[in-house]
């Protein structure tokens, strides 16, 4: 009897387990290849497990919210044609099978419920891609049979999960904004399905309770270790940015001309924190234990706002070793990517460095908490005119300048005052002598 295990794959750097956010499969389920098997969300990205072969499901060893770890066996897969009849009358002696539909709740408050016996329902004349190019998987593709959604209107649903896959909450929330044209409506449908989203479970008359989602409870726990873990210091410092604005400002529609990209303020703090970390690479390293870890790549993590005010951290890779219209280049579309639900699990992962910049906010100045197993974190307030004493050769004169103040949070495990305040002003030294030149 050929038995596959269906495991909880290797996620990527420091990440050990995952928790089981749906199971779509039931034991004694038929599975063709591809089919997805489980939804699972660590505390960096949602994934998906899928089928490897075609086969029946055996077992299933774990529930909905369970935390499971890297390796451990999620499910069996049997995959021999001739085994399949006869075992699942094995299994269902030995294991009860549930036999009620789905259901998908879209209104917590009563309102229709979809239920959805994927059993007896044929999607087969329903396409496995849109003509976007977006994944359906074979319950996207069921809801749709049974809502009789066309094929036009499909095209028409922005998918959420990863590469663009359609998933079933993409579908119903579909089908409420569909229930009205008015726009102001819409809005509120939208408003109203995010708050079932966070699962509202109480309200007074002067006090509303929220239950975290779970992206937010990730947050909440990563940042309560990291406190727990590092032995936080900050150090601050002003810079003067007018350089870079002037040059900004007068080549940034011939940067976009040329390369094709909108050039920010964010690269080139990139590109000076990546030079800095070449001048003092103590800076790069996690502790492990007594150890300290030198890092090879200088791979900087760019903190990143989501429409749902959650935070999400891609990462530049080797940053050293990319121009300034490189990493322009890989900045536009990471930060694209992160709103829109779109990265890959690699692309947020294996970061040594991070940079959180609250001036797009217009905040001056923060103590951001270090992103664990990396040992410090920059912070990067918003550029504001002041009125400066500036020094010339021929004396002091009184100036309108361009300035920001960063602040660097670190480890004091294993970086002292000294290279953590050395550090701080190398990147600004970088930042207040930069002579890019002017685009032709």
């Known amino acids: 009897m050929a038995k596959i295990d269906i495991i909880l794959p290797a996620m990527g750097e420091g990440v050990v387990e995952a928790t089981i956010i749906k199971l779509l499969v039931n034991t004694g389920d038929k599975v063709n290849e591809d089919d997805i098997l489980v939804e699972i969300a660590t ?60 259901e998908f709740d879209r209104h917590k408050s009563g309102e229709k419920k979809l239920n959805l016996d994927i059993s007896v329902v044929n999607a087969d004349d329903i396409p496995f891609k849109t003509e976007n190019g977006s994944f359906l998987s074979p319950l996207a593709r069921s809801i749709i049979k049974q809502e009789k959604i066309s094929l036009k209107q499909l095209n028409k649903i922005n998918g959420t999960g990863i590469n663009n896959r359609i998933t079933k909450r993409d579908i119903l929330l579909f089908l409420e904004l569909q229930k009205t044209k008015n726009e102001e409506l819409i809005n509120k449908q939208q408003e109203t399905f995010t708050v079932e989203k966070s699962q509202l479970i109480s309200q007074s008359n002067d006090v509303e309770i929220v239950k975290m989602d779970r992206v937010r409870q990730i947050i909440s726990n990563h940042m309560i270790n990291s406190i727990q873990t590092s032995a936080h210091v900050m150090s601050a410092v002003e810079t003067d940015l007018t350089n870079i604005v002037n040059w900004r400002n007068r080549n940034k529609d011939k940067f976009l001309a040329l390369h094709g990209e909108k050039i920010t303020y964010t690269p080139i703090f990139i590109e000076a924190v990546a030079k800095a970390i070449k001048d003092f690479p103590m800076i790069n390293i996690s502790i ?45 579309d990471l930060a694209n990517r992160a709103r829109n639900n779109n990265l890959q699990a690699n692309e947020i992962q294996g970061g040594t460095f991070t940079i959180t910049n609250y001036g797009g906010f217009d905040n001056i100045f923060g103590t951001p908490i270090i992103n664990q197993p990396e040992v410090a974190i920059l912070g990067i307030g918003a550029i504001k005119k002041q009125v400066s004493v500036i020094e010339t050769p021929t004396g002091d004169l009184i100036g309108i300048r361009n300035k920001l103040i960063m602040s660097l949070s670190y480890d004091h495990r294993a970086i002292d005052g000294a290279l953590g305040g050395m550090f701080l002003k190398r990147i600004s030294d970088y930042l207040e002598n930069f002579n890019e030149l002017d685009l032709k």
Do not use: C, W
């Open 288 to 332: 492990d234990g007594e150890n300290i870890l030198k890092k090879k790549h200088i791979n900087i993590g760019m903190a990143t706002a989501l429409p749902d005010g959650n935070l999400i951290v891609p990462v530049i890779k080797d940053a050293d070793k990319q121009n300034l219209s490189g990493l322009a280049k890989n900045v536009n």
């Open 43 to 102: 505390d960096k990205v949602d994934s998906e497990i899928t089928a490897p072969e075609k086969g029946i499901i055996r077992d299933i060893l774990f529930s909905e919210d369970d935390i499971i770890k890297v390796g451990e066996t999620i499910m069996y897969l049997q995959t021999e044609e001739e085994q399949i009849n006869e075992p699942i009358k094995e299994i269902i002696e030995n294991k009860p099978v549930n036999t009620e539909p789905l």
